[in-house]
């Protein structure tokens, strides 16, 4: 039995063309990977900030402790169902 593919053109272009759907597949899943992780590191980058932006609303705003706290909540409930969409 032969080991190797015959050369006959419909073959060959089959193989081309399945070669060529893996690597559209593999594309689409990396650049979905990366989007993700750039969502990620994007709200991490944010989620620091947080406590800063409570504390300057604090300072301008006058609000409690309690309302402060709340608000960084609410920032970060706002941040999470944003990052969802």
């Known amino acids: 039995?032969?080991?190797?593919?015959?050369?006959?053109?419909?073959i060959l272009k089959e193989m081309r063309l399945a070669i060529m759907e893996a690597g559209r597949k593999l594309a689409t899943h990396l650049r979905r990977k990366r989007r993700i992780a750039d969502a990620e590191r994007k709200k991490d980058y944010i989620k620091i900030y947080i406590p800063q932006i409570g504390l300057a609303l604090q300072d301008i705003l006058d609000l409690s402790d309690r309302q402060r706290i709340t608000t960084e909540n609410k920032l970060a409930d706002v941040l999470e169902r944003s990052r969802k969409m």
């Open 1 to 10: 039995s032969k080991k190797a593919v015959a050369h006959y053109e419909e």
